[in-house]
C-alpha cells in the first residue's frame, strides 16, 4: 500500500451557503409547509363532514317520514315532511347523478371517505419532507451564523479514500451534483435504513468505545455502512483490508447515484496535506474506526438519501461529526470535513483515514470517535447539534485544541 | 467611447427585452401548470365516477345535472359520455405537456441568451473602465 497523501481543504461555510440564500430557503420551504398544511386541513374537515353524513344517512330509513322544519329562501322555514327515506340522489361526480338506498349510499360514502384518507397520508408524508428540509435549513443558518469552517481532508490511497473530520468542524460528506437527482427517489427508503443502521453501528460503538483515541474519520466506514448491506459485524474488522473491503461493500450497495457521488469525493480528497494516511494501522484502532466509520458512513449515506436536499445530508453529516479526531494542530488544519455542498447534497462520505497512526505516537490527539459516538448516539435528530455536541463530549479526552477553538 | 457606450446601451435595451420575454414565458409555463392541475384534478374525479357507473344495477337511473336541469340518462349513454370524457381529459394533458416541454426549453435557452448579454456588458464595462 503507498502513502496515501493527504491533501485538505478550509472552506467557510459562510461562503459555501451565503446565510442570505439560505434564509430565503427556509422560508419557501416554510411556506409550501404551510400550504400543505392548509390542505391537510381542508381535507381532515372534508373527512369529518363525511362521516357525519353517513351517520345521517344511516338514521333517515328509521322512519317512514320525517317531519322537519324545509329551508325556504335565504331565511325562512316551513314545517314539512321528509318522505321516501329510503331514496337518495347521490352525486357521482362531474354532474353525474345517481338514485340509490340509503345502504348503496353508505357504500359510497365510505368508498369517498377511503380515498380521502389516503389522501391525507399522502400528504402527511409531504409534510415531514419539507419539516426535514426546514430543520435543515435552519441548521445551515445557525452554522453559518457561528462562522463554522469546513475543512476537507483527501487520502489518496490505492484503493481507498477518507475523509476525516475536524472535530470542530462538521462533517460534510463531499456533495456531488448528480447524485442528488438520481438519489431522491430511492433515497427517502435509504435513508431510512441508514438511519437504523446508524443507531446499530452506535451501540455498537459504545460497547468498543473502550478502544482508545483514534482519529480516524468514520468517514470512510460511514460510505461503507451507508449500504445497508453491511450487515455482518463489519465493526469487528480490524485489517485495513477488512475495512477496506467494507467501504467496497457498502459503495457497491451504493446506490448508482450515490456511486457517482463516491467518486467525486475522491477526487475531492486529493488534497491531502502531508499526513499520511494511516490506512495500514493499528489494528486497535481500526476497531474503533471500524464501528465509528460505520457510524459515518450510515449518516453519510442518509444524506445521499435525501433528495438532493441539503438538510438531510447536513444532519447526516453532522452525525459523522463524530468522527473526526484530531491528530494534531497541524492535523487539526487538515481535517477534511466531507460536507456536502448544498446543492449537491447527497453524496458519499468518502472514509477518509486520517493518518492516525504516525501521529498517534508522536501527537497527542484527542479520541475523537468516542467522542463521536456519543455525539452519534444523539443521532439525528440532533444533527444540528452534533457540532456542539463533539465539542461537548471532547471534555473526556485529553483537551484538543478544537475544543478551545470551538465556543 | 462614445461608440462603446452606445453599443453598452444596445447591449442593455437587448437584456430588458430578453428579460420580458422570459417573464413572459414564465407566465405561461405558469398557466400550463394551472390548467394541468385542473384537468388532473378532472380526470381523477371522472375515473371515480366511471368506477361508481359499473357498480350500478342495469335499471338504475342515472341523472345528468345540465344546467339547473337534471335529465335522465341511460346507463350505457352515461357510462359511454364519461369514458369519452377521459379519453378527452388525457389527450389534453399530453398536449399540455407537450407544449410545457417546449416552453421550458425556450425559457432556458432565453436565459442562456440573457447570460451571454451580460457578459458582454460586463466585459464592456471592464473595458471602459480600463480606458
Same mark, same amino acid.
Request: charge should be negative; hydrophobic fraction near 20%.
Given at each position: 500500500m503507498g502513502k496515501p497523501e493527504v491533501k485538505g481543504t478550509v472552506t467557510s461555510l459562510s461562503s459555501m451557503f451565503p446565510p442570505e440564500e439560505v434564509q430565503k430557503a427556509a422560508k419557501m420551504v416554510e411556506g409550501k409547509l404551510s400550504e400543505k398544511q392548509n390542505e391537510m386541513n381542508q381535507l381532515k374537515e372534508f373527512i369529518a363532514d363525511n362521516a357525519s353524513l353517513i351517520n345521517l344517512v344511516q338514521k333517515l330509513?328509521?322512519?317512514?317520514?320525517h317531519d322537519i322544519m324545509v329551508p325556504f329562501g335565504k331565511a325562512a322555514f316551513f314545517p314539512g315532511r321528509l318522505i321516501h327515506t329510503n331514496e337518495f340522489l347521490v352525486?357521482? #361526480? &362531474?354532474s353525474y347523478y345517481a338514485d340509490r338506498t340509503a345502504k348503496q349510499t353508505v357504500e359510497i360514502l365510505k368508498r369517498r371517505g377511503k380515498s380521502l384518507v389516503s389522501k391525507v397520508d399522502a400528504l402527511k408524508a409531504g409534510i415531514q419532507d419539507l419539516k426535514a428540509e426546514a430543520s435543515f435549513f435552519d441548521s445551515t443558518a445557525s452554522e453559518v451564523a457561528e462562522d463554522l469552517v469546513e475543512i476537507r481532508e483527501y487520502e489518496e490511497d490505492n484503493s481507498t479514500e477518507r475523509a476525516s473530520q475536524s472535530g470542530p468542524v462538521e462533517l460534510e460528506s463531499p456533495s456531488v451534483a448528480e447524485a442528488d437527482n438520481k438519489v431522491s427517489s430511492s433515497e427517502d427508503d435509504e435513508y431510512a435504513r441508514l438511519m437504523s443502521r446508524l443507531e446499530e453501528l452506535e451501540k455498537e460503538e459504545l460497547a468498543a468505545e473502550d478502544d482508545g483515541e483514534n482519529d480516524e474519520d468514520e468517514d470512510a466506514n460511514a460510505n461503507a455502512a &451507508?449500504?445497508?448491506? &453491511?450487515? =455482518? #459485524? =463489519?465493526?469487528?474488522?480490524?485489517t485495513e483490508a477488512a475495512f477496506h473491503r467494507k467501504k467496497d461493500e457498502g459503495y457497491s450497495s451504493l446506490d448508482h447515484g450515490q456511486r457517482s457521488l463516491e467518486s467525486q469525493p475522491r477526487k475531492q480528497l486529493?488534497?491531502?496535506?502531508?499526513?499520511? @494516511?494511516?490506512?495500514?494501522?493499528?489494528p486497535t484502532k481500526y476497531n474503533h474506526q471500524g464501528l465509528t466509520n460505520q457510524l459515518a458512513c450510515t449518516g453519510l449515506t442518509a444524506e445521499p438519501v435525501t433528495k438532493g436536499e441539503i438538510s438531510h445530508s447536513r444532519i447526516i453529516h453532522q452525525d459523522t461529526k463524530?468522527?473526526?479526531? /484530531?491528530?494534531n494542530a497541524s492535523v487539526r488544519s487538515e481535517k477534511a470535513r466531507s460536507k456536502q455542498n448544498v446543492h449537491d447534497s447527497s453524496r458519499n462520505e468518502k472514509p477518509v483515514q486520517t493518518p492516525k497512526s504516525e501521529f498517534d505516537s508522536s501527537k497527542a490527539f484527542t479520541g475523537s470517535i468516542i467522542e463521536h459516538t456519543e455525539n452519534l448516539e444523539k443521532k439525528l435528530p440532533e444533527q444540528k447539534t452534533t457540532s456542539s455536541q463533539s465539542s461537548d463530549s471532547k /471534555?473526556?479526552? @485529553?483537551?484538543s485544541r478544537f475544543k478551545m477553538q470551538r465556543k | 467611447m462614445s461608440s462603446s457606450s452606445t453599443a453598452l446601451r444596445e447591449l442593455q435595451r437587448d437584456l430588458e427585452n430578453k428579460a420580458n420575454d422570459l417573464s413572459k414565458l414564465q407566465k405561461d409555463i405558469a398557466k400550463n401548470h394551472q390548467v394541468r392541475k385542473k384537468y388532473t384534478i378532472q380526470l381523477g374525479e371522472n375515473e371515480l365516477v366511471l368506477k361508481e357507473l359499473d357498480l350500478l344495477n342495469e335499471d338504475a337511473n342515472v341523472y345528468k345535472l345540465i344546467g339547473p336541469v337534471l335529465v335522465k340518462q341511460d346507463l350505457a349513454e352515461a357510462n359511454a359520455n364519461v369514458r369519452k370524457r377521459i379519453e378527452y381529459i388525457s389527450a389534453e394533458l399530453k398536449r399540455l405537456d407537450g407544449s410545457l416541454q417546449d416552453l421550458e426549453e425556450k425559457q432556458h435557452s432565453k436565459r442562456e441568451a440573457i447570460l451571454k448579454v451580460q457578459q458582454r456588458i460586463q466585459s464592456h464595462q471592464a473595458g471602459k473602465a480600463k480606458a
Open positions: 330509513p328509521d322512519e317512514l317520514h352525486l357521482l #361526480g &362531474e &451507508e449500504t445497508e448491506t &453491511e450487515t =455482518d #459485524g =463489519d465493526e469487528d474488522e480490524l486529493q488534497q491531502s496535506k502531508g499526513k499520511d @494516511p494511516m490506512n495500514e494501522e493499528m463524530m468522527l473526526n479526531p /484530531p491528530v /471534555p473526556s479526552k @485529553p483537551v | -
